[in-house]
């Protein structure tokens, strides 16, 4: 199926499908080197196109780094780095382009598509690999802070679900949704639980898992509350090694050594299917905290498959998107759980909400956040049924919102905080040369040095994504042809 609407990078915007990261805060696109001679005919489609930076007028070079992020789930890699405009949707469509923006090209096929980084902070380069200080950095505002300082939202704010594939919806499928600058209460159950960003800015959205439950059973699958990160990006739910037996034992389910996931065979499925059992995940502010609130996943947001894409899968096979987490750092909550969650997160009073989906068909109902020193920092509604695209003031109620039927990829990517330094990938003599306009063999191999640590998308799938339109105001659009979002050239990936 055809995808709607994806991100342009350059001068003239080259188009790619892009994903949504919440901790990343610059977009990524996949660089030429992504596919090569060798790779199947339809590699640069299954990637979601490529961005050609010497294709592009505006393209401002910045080198090569190292990529750090998402070090606490064991990913680590290079990106090119570079200023160049991007076009959030097509032209004639109500497409913003931001000019000089940060941005990166990727190259290893483990970081399947591109992405769209919406966390606020900003992106520090050094030059110096030595350098201590701050002022040895260059610094370069995220997306988000782009779109603010522009007026075009009221507030450094978004609201975000994942899309949930396997919800009728008349004869479509519940898309993904993003708004920034405020959020769709037609979207999710509200609840009146805040919780406070956490210290570390590596891993500010982080909960209670205070119980993991099976609805109507008396299996209990958390042996003991944790705290975990809330990260768009990655798509598994990452839990210690004592609640992934308990998984083990409630659904039969066995731990592939090999390639590190649960995959399920075809008699094991048709039991979890029949058997239909719903999770119930409670989420606190705290371990203990009694303001608390409940999501619940169907087997259907577990029900997945992987393909051969993904390291040391020899067959496309169903699997049960649970990881074992090694220690506390990797307890997270992907895309899997973000099925059914609504995120609300506001970076001017550094706190997020967490609230269960409601699936129904009634017009979208977007409301702007407002910056804390505009109208004492109320939050107001403008339904999108109520107001037009033209003549908005985006100080008052613009919000961008993005509507879409995405995939839920395998991938993991990174953890860009503030004031995070990036380490300058050295280059020897002999690797640096020219990439060339149309012949990605000219690229500098160290975008895909299989001696170094590949970059930070961990995306063994091959899918579509998430941006299906950008319009000004609380308009969401319809991006007019629904795609599944885990259908990945004929087998269902992860959302």
């Not at 802070?145 to 519940?174: C, D, F, H, M």
């Amino acid at each position: 199926m055809k995808i709607l609407s994806p991100c342009g990078f350059g001068s003239p915007p080259q188009f790619v499908r892009v994903l949504i990261s919440t901790t990343c805060p610059q977009p990524w696109a996949i660089d030429p080197l992504g596919c090569t001679p060798t790779d199947p005919p339809n590699c640069i489609s299954n990637r979601g196109n490529r961005f050609n930076k010497n294709a592009s007028s505006t393209w401002q070079e910045k080198g090569l780094y190292e990529l750090d992020q998402e070090l606490n789930l064991g990913y680590t890699g290079n990106g090119n780095f570079g200023l160049d405009n991007i076009t959030l949707g097509y032209p004639g469509s109500g497409a913003i382009t931001l000019e000089h923006q940060i941005v990166a090209t990727v190259a290893a096929k483990d970081f399947y598509l591109a992405t769209w980084g919406i966390a606020p902070r900003p992106t520090n380069l050094t030059s110096d690999p030595n350098a201590v200080t701050f002022a040895a950095n260059e610094s370069y505002p995220s997306v988000l802070s782009t779109l603010r300082q522009e007026n075009k939202i009221p507030s450094l704010s978004y609201g975000y679900t994942a899309g949930a594939q396997y919800i009728a919806e008349g004869l479509t499928q519940v898309s993904a949704s993003l708004t920034l600058g405020g959020y769709d209460a037609s979207r999710f159950h509200a609840s009146d639980i805040t919780h406070q960003f956490a210290d570390d800015n590596s891993r500010d959205l982080v909960v209670g898992i205070q119980s993991i439950l099976i609805l109507d059973s008396p299996l209990t699958l958390l042996p003991t509350p944790i705290l975990s990160f809330v990260d768009a990006t990655v798509s598994h739910i990452w839990l210690p090694l004592e609640a992934c037996q308990a998984f083990e034992t409630a659904f039969g389910i066995e731990h592939d050594d090999e390639s590190d996931l649960y995959l399920v065979n075809e008699t094991t499925h048709q039991a979890l299917v029949a058997r239909n059992a719903t999770l119930v995940f409670t989420i606190g502010t705290d371990l203990i905290s009694t303001e608390v609130v409940n999501i619940t996943l169907p087997y259907a947001s577990f029900d997945l498959q992987v393909t051969t894409a993904y390291p040391n899968v020899k067959n496309a096979t169903r699997y049960f998107p649970l990881r074992r987490a090694a220690n506390a750092t990797q307890y997270t909550l992907g895309r899997t759980f973000l099925q059914e969650a609504y995120l609300i997160a506001d970076y001017e009073r550094s706190n997020f909400s967490i609230n269960q989906c409601r699936f129904v068909e009634e017009p979208s109902d977007v409301r702007a956040i407002l910056a804390p020193n505009a109208a004492n920092g109320t939050i107001t509604p403008t339904s999108s049924s109520e107001q037009s695209a033209g003549g908005l003031s985006p100080g008052v109620i613009a919000a961008i919102v993005i509507g879409s039927t995405l995939f839920l990829l395998l991938l993991s990517t990174a953890f860009f905080f503030l004031w995070r330094k990036k380490r300058r990938v050295q280059l020897s003599a002999g690797s640096e040369h020219k990439q060339s306009d149309d012949d990605p063999s000219a690229e500098s191999p160290d975008l895909q040095d299989p001696g170094l640590p590949e970059c930070e998308l961990h995306a063994e799938a091959m899918a579509p994504p998430e941006l299906h339109g950008i319009p000004i105001g609380p308009l969401e659009m319809d991006a007019g042809v629904a795609v599944a979002e885990m259908n990945v050239t004929g087998v269902k990936e992860e959302r």
